[in-house]
């Protein structure tokens, strides 16, 4: 029988990409990971690994292995879950990535719940970006993470992770007051008003870059994106000193009331998905549970108390 713990170390190497960074993602020396994974070869009795410049790659036979891996952590997941479910004090540590917007507007009340609740399990919030936390929650760094999907722009669907959806956040057009935009415009007639105007966007290679950029491009020109960063809080800061125009979610003001005049984007394009997402065979352990419920609570709590403002406008349907 292999040994689960190289099997292991096998599949973290598949998710991580080098020998360094599984060393380090364990607290490992890279010389003991590269003995381990050395002894796993001669279990097996194939080759494993093969050089690729100063890398290495995984073989298709390493690949079946890295599969079977999967199953069986999957099903000792399930064990923990039903462990876990037998006992009536929900305890151990839940560990959970955001992306900003979610992070301020409802991670601070879902883990008020989840104290009142559930005073003894404690919860580790790590702020990161979906294009970097989907991988790190495969590579089982977290235990849950909030994700984000742009119209159109829907994330890869990896057979080992599950996601559910939270809510719609709705997405809006933030002008900057020195732009002069006529009002009674129709969504894409407004938004081709700004097409010589100064843009903030999220960074290269982001999906609400790409999302953004599409959309512009759709309505007939390159939007000039001066300012790039994945804080949407700066997003906001220059639009509201007239530097630059956004596109800007509903979370962003986190109950607060807006500040900056807000119009709708054409029909297909107003929301975005936020989710939660787990690794296949976490999702019935009851930590994630009660993380997913105190989410929505925190969302619904949101919703009914969302604010609305005389600086925000709607269009003519377009």
Known sequence: M???????LLRELKHRGTLAAVAAALSYAPSSVSQQL???????GVPLLEPVGRRVRLTEQAEILVAHTEAVLERLQRAEADIAGSLTDLTGTLR???FQTAA??????ALGLLRDRHPHLRVHVTHMEPEKALPALQARDFDLILAEEYPGNPNPRHAELEQEELLDDPLRLALPMPAGTPEGLGPMPTLRALADHPWVMEPEGTTARHWATA?????????DVRFETTDLLFHLRLVEHGHAAAFLP?????????TVSLRQLPRGQR???VLTVVRRGS??????LACREALRGAATSRASSSPTSSTSSTSPTS
């Open 38 to 44: 050395s002894l796993l070869e001669a279990e097996v």
């Open 271 to 273: 929301a975005r998905r």
């Open 250 to 258: 509903d979370l962003v003001w986190s109950g607060q009331p807006t």
């Open 96 to 98: 959970i990535a955001s």
């Open 215 to 223: 959309l512009c491009r759709t309505a007939g020109f390159e939007p």
């Open 2 to 8: 292999f040994d689960l713990h190289r099997l292991r």
């Open 283 to 288: 999702g019935t352990h009851p930590a994630v």
């Open 104 to 109: 301020l507007a409802l991670v601070p009340a």
